[in-house]
C-alpha cells in the first residue's frame, strides 16, 4: 500500500458514509462538539482500509485520517439479479434513479423484478409504459403487508391516479462539485447514499406510450435465464404479448422484437426494453473487512451492541451497514428503511459522544417500538411494531376493518394485547395504536368493538 500523500488528519470524531445514517451522526456530534472537527468521509469507494491497531483510516486517494470514535456508516449495494448486464438498472440511489428516467423515456415495455418499497412506488409512479412485474410471493409488498392489506392496495393500481401530491419538506444534502461528479461516479460503479422516502418526486416518470398504468403481475416466480436479442433469437423460442385481460389466458407470442428477454421460472418469456432489479441490498462491509476481525452477523452487517458499538474498540455503526445483536424489545425489530438509519446514526452520535466524556447513556426511546411512516400508491401507510405478526406463532389474533379504496386496518392482538397495527389510509388511529401497544393494557374486553368505525376509540383511550 502507497504511503500517504499528505500528513495524516487527526479528529475526534471521524464518520465514514455520506447517506442519511452518516450525515445524522456527524450533525449530531458537531452539535454535541461544537469545537471539534467533524470529518464526514462520503461513501464506499473513496475507503481504502480500516487500519484500528493504528486507529487511522486510509482513503483511495492515500490519504490518511486519524481517528478516537469512528462510526461506520456506508450502508448497502443492490443485490444485482445479473452483474454486467446493460439491460439491467439496478435502483438504489439518487443516480441510478436519474439513470432510470432517462432509459425509461425511451421504453415502451419494461420488467421490475422485486417485491419491496423501490418496486411498489415505481409500479405506481410509472406511466405510458407497459410493466412486467416479477415477484416471488404470492402477494405484492409482502415485507411490509399480509394477502388482504396487498389486495386492498392493488385494486388502486387498476384506477387511474389522481394529479395531486403532498409537498415534501425535507433537508436535502449534496456534497460539493456533486454535480460533475454524479456521471462519472455512475460510470464507475459506484455506490451512492440510499434513496430517502421522497426519491421520486421531481423525477417525471413516463415512458413513450399515451395511457397511465399497464401493469400486468407475475406471482410466485423468479428470473430463470436473461437473453439478449441475438442469443434469443438462436434459441429459438418463443416470448409473450403483453397480457390484455386478467381473465384471458390466452397465450399470443410477440411479434415485436426486443433488446432483452427474460426466461421466468413459470416457463413464461417476455421482451422488454430493460429490466429493474429491485430486490433487496447487502450490507456494505467489504471495504473494512480487510485485517480486522469485526462480528458479522447472519445478515451480512456489523454486529452492533445497544449502543451501536461494533466488535472492535472505538468503532461503532449505524443504518444499513450494520445488524442489531442486542435483545431488542419485544415489539422492535431492525428494517433496512430510512427511518431506522436516521434513528442509528442519531443515537450512535450519542453514544460516542457519551464514551469519549465517560459517561453512561440509556437505550433511545425509539427502539422500545418500531414504527414507519411511507406513502405506496398515494395513500399513507403507517406499520407498528409486530404488524405482521413477526415471531408471534400462531398464538395471536387479528382484528381488521377494511373501505374498498379509502382504508384498511389491522390490529395485531396477543393474549388481548396490542402488539402490532397496519393502518393504509387517513385513519388517524396511529397515536392511539402506538400508546395501545406500549403501555400493554388488555384489551380482550372490548372484542371486535376496537376497531368499530361507529366508536370513537380515541375517547376511550386518552
Same mark, same amino acid.
Given at each position: 500500500?502507497?504511503?500517504?500523500?499528505?500528513?495524516?488528519?487527526? +479528529?475526534?470524531? @471521524? @464518520?465514514?458514509?455520506?447517506?442519511?445514517?452518516?450525515?445524522?451522526?456527524?450533525?449530531?456530534?458537531?452539535?454535541?462538539?461544537?469545537?471539534?472537527? %467533524?470529518?464526514? %468521509?462520503?461513501?464506499?469507494?473513496?475507503?481504502?482500509?480500516?487500519?484500528?491497531?493504528? $486507529?487511522?483510516?486510509?482513503?483511495? #486517494?492515500?490519504?490518511?485520517?486519524?481517528?478516537?470514535?469512528?462510526?461506520?456508516?456506508?450502508?448497502?449495494?443492490?443485490?444485482?439479479?445479473?452483474?454486467?448486464?446493460?439491460?439491467? &438498472?439496478?435502483?438504489?440511489?439518487?443516480?441510478?434513479?436519474?439513470?432510470?428516467?432517462?432509459?425509461?423515456?425511451?421504453?415502451?415495455?419494461?420488467?421490475?423484478? +422485486?417485491?419491496?418499497?423501490?418496486?411498489?412506488?415505481?409500479?405506481?409512479?410509472?406511466?405510458?409504459?407497459?410493466?412486467?412485474?416479477?415477484?416471488? #410471493?404470492?402477494?405484492?409488498?409482502?415485507?411490509?403487508?399480509?394477502?388482504?392489506?396487498?389486495?386492498?392496495?392493488?385494486?388502486?393500481?387498476?384506477?387511474?391516479?389522481?394529479?395531486?401530491?403532498?409537498?415534501?419538506?425535507?433537508?436535502?444534502?449534496?456534497?460539493?462539485?456533486?454535480?460533475?461528479?454524479?456521471?462519472?461516479?455512475?460510470?464507475?460503479?459506484? %455506490? +451512492?447514499?440510499?434513496?430517502?422516502?421522497?426519491?421520486?418526486?421531481? &423525477?417525471?416518470?413516463?415512458?413513450?406510450?399515451?395511457?397511465?398504468?399497464?401493469?400486468?403481475?407475475?406471482?410466485?416466480?423468479?428470473?430463470?435465464?436473461?437473453? &439478449?436479442?441475438?442469443?434469443?433469437?438462436?434459441?429459438?423460442?418463443?416470448?409473450?404479448?403483453?397480457?390484455?385481460?386478467?381473465?384471458?389466458?390466452?397465450?399470443?407470442?410477440?411479434?415485436?422484437?426486443?433488446?432483452?428477454?427474460?426466461?421466468?421460472?413459470?416457463?413464461?418469456?417476455?421482451?422488454? #426494453?430493460?429490466?429493474?432489479?429491485?430486490?433487496?441490498?447487502?450490507?456494505?462491509?467489504?471495504?473494512?473487512?480487510?485485517?480486522?476481525?469485526?462480528?458479522?452477523?447472519?445478515?451480512?452487517?456489523?454486529?452492533?451492541?445497544?449502543?451501536?458499538?461494533?466488535?472492535?474498540?472505538?468503532?461503532?455503526?449505524?443504518?444499513?451497514?450494520?445488524?442489531?445483536?442486542?435483545?431488542?424489545?419485544?415489539?422492535?425489530?431492525?428494517?433496512?428503511?430510512?427511518?431506522?438509519?436516521?434513528?442509528?446514526?442519531?443515537?450512535?452520535?450519542?453514544?460516542?459522544?457519551?464514551?469519549?466524556?465517560?459517561?453512561?447513556?440509556?437505550?433511545?426511546?425509539?427502539?422500545?417500538?418500531?414504527?414507519?411512516?411511507?406513502?405506496?400508491?398515494?395513500?399513507?401507510?403507517?406499520?407498528?411494531?409486530?404488524?405482521?405478526? $413477526?415471531?408471534?406463532?400462531?398464538?395471536?389474533?387479528?382484528? &381488521?376493518?377494511?373501505?374498498?379504496?379509502?382504508?384498511?386496518?389491522?390490529?395485531?392482538?396477543?393474549?388481548?394485547?396490542?402488539?402490532?397495527?397496519?393502518?393504509?389510509?387517513?385513519?388517524?388511529?396511529?397515536?392511539?395504536?402506538?400508546?395501545?401497544?406500549?403501555?400493554?393494557?388488555?384489551?380482550?374486553?372490548?372484542?371486535?368493538?376496537?376497531?368499530?368505525?361507529?366508536?370513537?376509540?380515541?375517547?376511550?383511550?386518552?
Amino acid at each position: 500500500m502507497e504511503g500517504p500523500c499528505s500528513p495524516p488528519t487527526a +479528529g475526534k470524531f @471521524v @464518520v465514514v458514509g455520506g447517506g442519511i445514517a452518516g450525515v445524522t451522526c456527524a450533525e449530531q456530534l458537531a452539535i454535541n462538539f461544537p469545537s471539534e472537527d %467533524i470529518l464526514l %468521509i462520503t461513501a464506499s469507494p473513496v475507503i481504502k482500509a480500516v487500519t484500528n491497531f493504528k $486507529q487511522c483510516i486510509l482513503t483511495e #486517494d492515500g490519504n490518511q485520517h486519524i481517528y478516537k470514535k469512528l462510526c461506520l456508516c456506508a450502508g448497502a449495494k443492490p443485490k444485482l439479479i445479473c452483474e454486467g448486464n446493460p439491460y439491467v &438498472l439496478g435502483i438504489r440511489d439518487t443516480d441510478s434513479a436519474q439513470e432510470f428516467q432517462k432509459q425509461l423515456t425511451k421504453a415502451k415495455r419494461i420488467m421490475i423484478i +422485486g417485491n419491496g418499497g423501490i418496486a411498489l412506488e415505481l409500479v405506481y409512479e410509472i406511466e405510458g409504459c407497459e410493466v412486467i412485474w416479477v415477484i416471488k #410471493d404470492k402477494a405484492i409488498g409482502n415485507t411490509f403487508f399480509d394477502a388482504g392489506a396487498a389486495e386492498f392496495l392493488t385494486s388502486k393500481l387498476i384506477d387511474e391516479k389522481p394529479e395531486a401530491k403532498i409537498a415534501q419538506k425535507r433537508t436535502r444534502y449534496t456534497t460539493e462539485g456533486w454535480k460533475k461528479e454524479v456521471q462519472a461516479r455512475a460510470n464507475a460503479g459506484n %455506490i +451512492g447514499s440510499a434513496l430517502g422516502p421522497d426519491w421520486h418526486e421531481g &423525477l417525471d416518470l413516463k415512458g413513450t406510450k399515451e395511457f397511465s398504468h399497464k401493469i400486468h403481475i407475475e406471482t410466485m416466480c423468479e428470473v430463470k435465464k436473461i437473453y &439478449l436479442q441475438e442469443e434469443f433469437r438462436i434459441s429459438e423460442k418463443k416470448s409473450l404479448t403483453f397480457p390484455r385481460d386478467h381473465h384471458d389466458q390466452s397465450v399470443t407470442t410477440d411479434k415485436e422484437i426486443w433488446p432483452v428477454y427474460v426466461e421466468l421460472t413459470n416457463e413464461k418469456i417476455y421482451g422488454c #426494453d430493460f429490466i429493474v432489479s429491485a430486490t433487496g441490498v447487502t450490507p456494505n462491509i467489504e471495504p473494512f473487512l480487510c485485517g480486522n476481525n469485526f462480528d458479522v452477523g447472519e445478515d451480512g452487517g456489523l454486529k452492533v451492541d445497544d449502543h451501536m458499538h461494533t466488535s472492535l474498540p472505538d468503532i461503532y455503526a449505524a443504518g444499513d451497514i450494520c445488524t442489531a445483536s442486542w435483545h431488542p424489545s419485544p415489539v422492535w425489530q431492525q428494517m433496512r428503511l430510512w427511518t431506522q438509519a436516521r434513528q442509528m446514526g442519531w443515537y450512535a452520535a450519542k453514544c460516542m459522544a457519551a464514551a469519549s466524556v465517560g459517561e453512561s447513556i440509556d437505550m433511545d426511546f425509539s427502539f422500545e417500538l418500531f414504527a414507519h411512516v411511507t406513502k405506496f400508491f398515494n395513500y399513507k401507510v403507517v406499520l407498528l411494531g409486530k404488524y405482521n405478526a $413477526q415471531g408471534l406463532g400462531s398464538n395471536h389474533e387479528l382484528l &381488521l376493518r377494511c373501505t374498498k379504496g379509502q382504508e384498511y386496518i389491522k390490529a395485531v392482538l396477543q393474549n388481548g394485547r396490542m402488539m402490532g397495527a397496519v393502518l393504509i389510509g387517513e385513519t388517524d388511529l396511529e397515536e392511539t395504536f402506538e400508546n395501545l401497544i406500549l403501555n400493554q393494557m388488555n384489551l380482550s374486553a372490548y372484542g371486535e368493538d376496537l376497531l368499530d368505525p361507529n366508536i370513537d376509540i380515541e375517547d376511550y383511550f386518552d
